[in-house]
C-alpha cells in the first residue's frame, strides 16, 4: 500500500468514486501511434470508447466515428467540426438525419443498407445537396452489407446525383489478439477495392477501417506498439492510392483512465475477507473480465498510518445488492480498513459508459481531468433517482 497524495486530496474534494483521465498520457500515445503511421492513415476517433476526451482529441486526430444521436448532440455542443465526423450507426432514424440536414452536416454518413442509403438519397434530392458516403462492408454480423449489395449501390447513376460514394467502411470486432485475422482484412479489403475498379470502374478514394486493435487489461506486459508496427507493415505492403483511416477507440484511450474507490466496510463472512467499496459494476467493467476472476492492475492507497501487516486475500465487491458485483476475487494486501482507496487503472476505455449505470439508481461517479499537473472536475457525482422514475410533468 502506498499514499497518494494527489489521488487523496481528488478523493476529499470531490468524493468517491470518480474517474480520473490523465490528458498528457493520452497526448503522447496518440502522438506516439501516428508518428508510427507517419504519413499511410490518418485518425479516426471511435467516439464510443470515451466522450469526455472528444474535446482533447479533437487537436490530435482527423476524424471522429460518431454511431448515435446522442454522440452526435456532444459533438454539436463542443463544437466540433461536423467535417471530421463520420456518422456511423446500424440504424439511422428518419428524423435524426433530418436534423443533421438542418445542421448543414458536412460530414460523412455511413451506409448500413440498400434502405438507409434509399432514405439519406431521398432526404439529400428534397434539401438539393449532394452528401458524402462511406459503404459499410459487412464482416458477417448485423452491420454493413454483402459486396453484392455495395455493388448494387455503386451501380444506381440516379443515387450518384446526390450521394457522393468516398468509398468503403468495415470494422469486425474488437480486442484481436491474432494479427493474422487484421493482415488478412486489409488483404481482402484491398482486394474488394481493386474489383470495384476493374468491373464498375468506381475508384476507391477512402477506406475506414477498425482494426480492433488488442489491450491487455489483465496481463503482467507491459503495453507496447507491436500491433500499430504489425498494422503499419500491412499498410505498407499493400500499396495503391487509396487514402486509409484507421478507426481506433480502445487502443487509444484505455491506459489514460483510472477509476477510484473507497473502501466503505471490512468484514470476514465464513473466514473470508470481504471489502466493500463504494463502486461496483455500475461503474467500472473490463471487457472479459469474468465477475472478477481476471484481476486488472490494480493499486491500493493507505488513507490513515498503519503498521505492514502480512498480505491476505480479499474478495472486492460493490455497493451493489446483488452477488454478481465482485470487483475483484481473489485480490491480496495488506490489512484494509474504512477509508483505503482501490485504484483500477486503465480505465480509460468503455468503463465511463459501459457499465450498468443505472442499476439500483446508485450515483454516477465524478469525472476529472489532469493535464499539466492539474486536476479538473468534468462532471461531479451526479443521482440517477429523477431517471429511474416517472416523470412527474406527465403525472
Avoid at 242 to 255: D, M, N, P, S, W
Wanted: hydrophobic share 35%.
Amino acid at each position: 500500500m502506498k499514499k497518494n497524495d494527489k489521488l487523496q486530496k481528488a478523493a476529499e474534494n470531490y468524493g468517491t468514486p470518480y474517474f480520473l483521465f490523465e490528458i498528457d498520457s493520452l497526448f503522447e500515445r496518440v502522438w506516439n501511434i501516428k508518428q508510427k503511421l507517419q504519413d499511410r492513415a490518418d485518425l479516426c476517433y471511435a467516439v464510443k470508447a470515451n466522450p469526455f476526451l472528444i474535446s482533447y482529441l479533437d487537436k490530435v486526430v482527423e476524424k471522429f466515428e460518431v454511431c448515435s444521436p446522442g454522440e452526435y448532440e456532444i459533438c454539436k455542443k463542443l463544437g466540433i467540426d461536423s467535417r471530421k465526423i463520420v456518422l456511423s450507426g446500424v440504424y439511422k432514424n428518419k428524423m435524426d438525419l433530418h436534423e443533421t440536414f438542418k445542421d448543414m452536416f458536412e460530414g460523412v454518413y455511413t451506409v448500413e443498407s440498400k434502405q438507409q442509403c434509399n432514405n439519406l438519397y431521398i432526404l439529400a434530392k428534397q434539401n438539393k445537396r449532394k452528401i458524402h458516403v462511406l459503404l459499410r462492408l459487412t464482416s458477417g454480423n448485423q452491420f454493413g452489407m454483402n459486396q453484392e449489395d455495395i455493388e448494387e449501390i455503386i451501380g444506381n447513376k440516379a443515387y450518384m446525383e446526390y450521394l457522393k460514394v468516398d468509398g468503403i467502411h468495415f470494422f469486425s470486432g474488437t480486442q484481436k489478439k491474432n494479427f493474422a485475422v487484421i493482415d488478412s482484412e486489409i488483404k481482402q479489403l484491398k482486394a474488394f477495392c481493386k474489383n470495384l475498379k476493374q468491373e464498375y470502374g468506381f475508384i476507391v478514394n477512402k477506406l475506414e477501417y477498425g482494426p480492433g486493435l488488442y489491450i491487455d487489461y489483465f496481463g503482467d506486459e507491459t503495453e507496447s506498439f507491436s500491433h500499430i508496427d504489425a498494422l503499419c507493415e500491412a499498410l505498407c505492403r499493400e500499396k495503391d492510392d487509396i487514402k486509409v483511416t484507421i478507426e481506433l477507440g480502445r487502443y487509444l484511450t484505455a491506459l489514460c483512465g483510472k477509476y477510484i474507490t473507497k473502501v466503505v466496510d471490512v468484514k470476514k463472512n465464513q473466514n473470508i475477507n470481504y471489502a466493500i467499496v463504494d463502486g461496483g459494476i455500475n461503474h467500472i467493467d473490463y471487457y472479459g473480465q469474468m465477475a472478477g476472476i481476471k484481476e486488472p492492475h490494480v493499486s491500493v492507497i493507505c488513507m490513515s498510518d498503519k503498521e505492514n501487516c502480512q498480505k491476505e486475500r480479499w474478495i472486492v465487491c460493490g455497493a451493489l445488492c446483488t452477488v454478481h458485483d465482485i470487483l475483484l476475487k481473489k485480490f491480496e494486501t495488506e490489512a484494509l480498513k474504512e477509508g483505503d482507496l482501490f485504484v483500477f487503472h486503465n480505465a480509460g476505455a468503455y468503463a465511463v459508459t459501459d457499465a450498468k449505470a443505472l442499476f439500483l439508481s446508485r450515483d454516477l461517479p465524478a469525472v476529472l481531468i489532469e493535464q499539466n499537473g492539474e486536476i479538473a472536475c468534468l462532471r461531479r457525482i451526479k443521482g440517477t433517482s429523477t431517471i429511474n422514475r416517472r416523470d412527474e410533468k406527465l403525472g
